[in-house]
T-cell receptor, first 111, second 113 residues
């Protein structure tokens, strides 16, 4: 069964203090790994899709990387508006493209 | 704006009642997913449809059912509602091809009183 584990569950950073969020996964054939940002009471907002080990993608202060077992979301010099829950998900390569989500990392950036 | 539209945005109903949540996927997307998110909980996968056919079932209760219509919109029907069914219900869509991203709607807030 596909599994996604995110750590830490919660992270509190000072504004400007860079850090990384971890997503460990097991999947029966990876079709894609996704990162989302979710604000309270809102739908998850798509950030990145990674398809193969070694791939990296960047968007503003965020950078996502992928290995065969885990993905990292690096946050450089975060700002208070980066506060949100960050979700990781994997899609397997099976016939119906099952998607499994982690429980997320709740990030709080303090001014 | 993800392009996925959900209605209603908010709904308050009594225990024992039945409600229908509606989802219009992004233009051209064939796959529709339904998720439930209770307060401070993770996303629980309910069910997936592809081009009108059920593709996968997750933790969906027997009191819940869904369908995808020929125009690709989808409905999630929740019946015999209980207090514990109060949650945010999300619809998401993808094109259904290889490695495709899932885009989420803003959700339907259901409160059962």
């Amino acid at each position: 069964e596909d599994q996604v584990t995110q750590s830490p569950e919660a992270l509190r950073l000072q504004e400007g203090e860079s850090s990384s969020l971890n997503c460990s996964y097991t999947v029966s054939g990876l079709r894609g790994l996704f990162w989302y940002r979710q604000d309270p009471g809102k739908g998850p907002e798509f950030l990145f899709t990674l398809y193969s080990a070694g791939e990296e993608k960047e968007k503003e202060r965020l950078k996502a990387t992928l290995t065969k077992k885990e993905s990292f979301l690096h946050i450089t010099a975060p700002k208070p508006e980066d506060s949100a829950t960050y979700l990781c998900a994997v899609m397997n390569s099976g016939g119906y493209q099952k998607v499994t989500f982690g429980t997320g990392t709740k990030l709080q950036v303090i001014p | 704006d993800s392009g996925v539209t959900q209605t209603p945005k908010h709904l308050i109903t009594a225990t024992g009642q039945r409600v229908t949540l509606r989802c219009s996927p992004r233009s051209g997307d064939l796959s529709v997913y339904w998720y439930q998110q209770s307060l401070d909980q993770g996303l629980q996968f309910l069910i997936q449809y592809y081009n009108g056919e059920e593709r996968a079932k997750g933790n969906i209760l027997e009191r819940f059912s869904a369908q995808q219509f020929p125009d690709l919109h989808s409905e999630l029907n929740l019946s015999s509602l209980e207090l514990g069914d109060s949650a945010l219900y999300f619809c998401a869509s993808s094109s259904g091809g290889g490695g495709n991203t899932i885009y989420f709607g803003e959700g339907s807030w259901l409160t059962v009183v």
